[in-house]
Every structure is written in C-alpha cells, then in structure tokens.
C-alpha cells in the first residue's frame, strides 16, 4: 500500500492543478451571479445550477413553479432535470414554468436513460413535450454508472446514434453524460469517446467535501476533464443532505467548496424557497478558496468520508433508478 505521506503529496499537487484551474475559469458577475463558460463552449452560464429533482418535491406543482421562476429572475439560468425524476413530473413543472418568457432567460438540461437509438430519440421528444421547448441546450447521458454503459452509448444503433438525430433535428445544441457511482466508469467512457474521436461537451458528477477522500471524481476525472476542455459539472455538493449529518460541515462550506473547483456549474437541488434562498447566499459570499483553506476544510471531513458512509449514491443503489427500472434502458 502506499504511504500516507505519498498520498498526502499526490492530494496536494492534484489540489493545486485545480485549484489552478479553478482561477483561470472565464467568470463574470452580474446582479448577484457569478457566470462561468460551458467548457469549450462560449455559453456562459450560473456558478450555481438549480437542480430538476428537488423541483419535484414539494407537493403543490406552484411551489416547484414559484422556485423555479425566482431562481431565472434572480440570475440562476441553469436549470436541471431528467426524464425520469417523479416519472416526468419534475419536467412537467419546469415546463409550466418557462412559458410566459422564462425559456429565454434559461440554458435548459435534461437528461434522458435509453440505451438505444430508439429509446434515447423517444425520451428526448417526450421531454420536449413535457417542457415545453423545441430545443434543450444540453442533453446528457444518464446513470453512466455501469462499466458496460459507455460501450452500450457508443454501440451500433446505441444511444449515440439517437443524440446524433436529435441534434441534427436541431432539437438538442450540446451532448453530455452524467454518473454519481464510481469514477472509473467515467474514465472509460472517456478513453472510448476518444477512441471514437467523439468529444464531449459536459460531464457530471459528484463534487463535495466528502467526494475528496473517497473513489474521488475530483482527483481521477477533473483533470482529465480540464485537459480535454469538457465542461465540469458539479452535483449533489451536499449530497441530498446526507453530508451535513456527519456534523463537520456547513451547506455554505460545501457549496463554497465545489465552487472553488474548475465547476461551469455546481447543480443544488432546492426543494424550498429557503434551500434557493441559501443557495444565492452562497454566491453572494463566495470567494475563492484558497489552498491551504482547502486543506484545512478538508482535514475536517477525512475521518467521516472514508468509507463512503455520507456518500451512498456510490455505495448503495438507492440513486441507481435505471437499476430499479431496467426498463428505462430500452
């Protein structure tokens, strides 16, 4: 086994390449948000995204309409979701939220789950149905979270083949893929999309105080992705509360945490006008961190990450929702 101190050396000139990163991202402020570029891309977009999932919790569908539309007014214009969360609903809500000129003021995400031509071409067109647009700027693979995914995406008559109608369509603009489970799956998919000399133009994925310690996205896939000029996305930076009940961490550290990273986004999932409301104050406050402040919020969170305990979107199922319903899959 290596030593703790190489590992700790191997930590600081990886924390210090993204912390490199970090500063050189092209960001802009504007009425209280900070703007970030989308990759290689000349998009520019919210440092901090509102997460599709937690729009469709609350009961009341005007509760996820009245946070959405505050996040847009207030300069949050990324905005998140996935064919599958609430079965369509958490789309259905965000469409209702777009009309009457919201959709001018968003970079629109979604996400679809199919595995074939077919299925991916059917999600996407039920997903514009549901939110109401004829074009996502950002449509991304989702849960590649199995090693077999990446051939499955790049596969004859596979997932690719049905991005690649839809963007000729001119029903989608940019093409990414998404996993919460292990970082190798995220390297392979890379390595095979440069085999097929296919680039991508985002990535998402787990970043937060805890990631940092345990099959760290972080340290193995966010270099590769700066390298490559994909655009970082950021999720669950307080892993759907499950962070803060370790007890050594504030919402505000973890949210400033995954900003200081090279993020385009860092998506929050907000369930209630405070949880929005925290997540503004985050940017209002945000400064870059530093080095050894990283060091030094991270020494706080080493113990409690080190079996993956406060992180169980990669150590249990209960987020795999295509394992659940392999019938997503196509």
């Known amino acids: 086994m290596r030593s703790n101190e190489l590992q700790r050396r191997e930590f600081l000139v990886t924390l210090a390449a993204l912390s490199a990163a970090a500063q050189g991202l092209d960001a802009a402020s504007s009425g209280g948000m900070v ?24 009961k009341d569908a005007n509760e996820g309409i009245k ?65 109401q647009t004829d074009h996502i700027d950002l449509i991304q693979y989702h849960e590649n979270i199995r090693m077999e995914d990446p051939d499955r995406f790049f596969a004859p008559g596979g997932a690719l083949e049905g991005v690649m109608a839809a963007k000729q369509a001119g029903k989608v603009r940019y093409i990414g893929f998404t996993g919460h489970k292990d970082p190798a799956v995220h390297l392979r998919m890379l390595d095979i999309a440069a085999q097929h000399k296919f680039h991508f133009d985002s990535c998402q994925m787990p970043l937060n105080v805890m990631d940092a310690h345990f099959r760290s996205f972080t340290h193995q896939v966010v270099p590769q992705l700066v390298k490559e000029g994909i655009a970082v996305l950021g999720m669950k ?72 305990q406060f992180e169980p979107f990669k150590t249990t199922s209960m987020f795999d929702g295509t394992a659940r319903h392999p019938e997503w899959l196509g």
């Open 35 to 58: 703007y970030r570029k989308l990759g290689s891309t000349y998009e520019k977009i919210s440092a901090i995204g509102l997460g599709g999932y937690h729009i469709g919790v609350p």
């Open 67 to 131: 946070i959405i539309r505050s996040a847009l007014d207030r300069g949050m214009n990324f905005l998140d979701n996935c064919w599958d969360y609430h079965d369509g609903d958490s789309e259905v809500r965000m469409g209702n939220a777009l009309r009457d000129g919201y959709r001018q003021k968003a970079f629109l995400m979604t996400k679809f789950d199919g595995r074939t031509k077919a299925s991916t071409i059917k999600q996407i067109d039920e997903s514009l149905k549901r939110l």
């Open 237 to 308: 930076p307080i892993g759907s509360g499950e962070i803060l009940k370790s007890g050594v961490v504030t919402p505000i550290e973890c949210l400033h945490y995954a900003l200081s990273l090279p993020t385009s986004t860092v998506i929050n999932g907000c369930d209630s006008m405070d949880r929005l409301n925290q997540a503004f104050e985050a940017v209002r406050t945000f400064k870059p961190m530093s080095q050894a402040d990283v060091v030094k919020l991270l020494a706080k969170t080493t113990q409690a990450a080190m079996t993956g």
